[in-house]
């Protein structure tokens, strides 16, 4: 199993970043794909996560209302577009896979390579 996230960059407060997940060597009809990040000095953070079948969501809270995660079961790929950005923002993005639609870490059983992500104030 491997994931590949892509679509970080750098960023002004205020504007927008798509990341993207890909996900290969098992189909992930019913798998959880979720997205946490890691800013310097600071835990893990969860972001959000989706179903892959049935689209049930849960939205970490600091990010509800500006970040928005959808997925595409033909290629077991999971976005997370990232609306008004800020500074706080910053972290590396990384998608993750589980069983089941948790915000716990330790739940998830594979793990992306992280992108970067910088938003500039």
């Known amino acids: 199993v491997q994931l590949q996230a892509f679509g970080g960059g750098l960023v002004q407060a205020g504007g927008s970043l798509r990341l993207s997940c890909a996900a290969s060597g098992r189909r992930f009809s019913s798998r959880v794909m979720g997205w946490f990040r890691q800013a310097p000095g600071k835990e893990r953070e969860y972001v959000a996560a989706?179903?892959?079948?049935?689209?049930?969501?849960i939205y970490g809270d600091s990010v509800k209302g500006r970040f928005t995660i959808s997925r595409d079961n033909a290629k077991n790929t999971v976005s997370l577009q990232m609306n008004s950005l800020k500074p706080e923002d910053t972290a590396v993005y990384y998608c993750a896979v589980s069983s089941v639609l948790t915000t716990a870490p330790e739940s998830y059983d594979y793990w992306g390579q992280g992108t970067q992500v910088t938003v500039s104030s």
């Open positions: 989706i179903v892959f079948a049935g689209g049930g969501i």
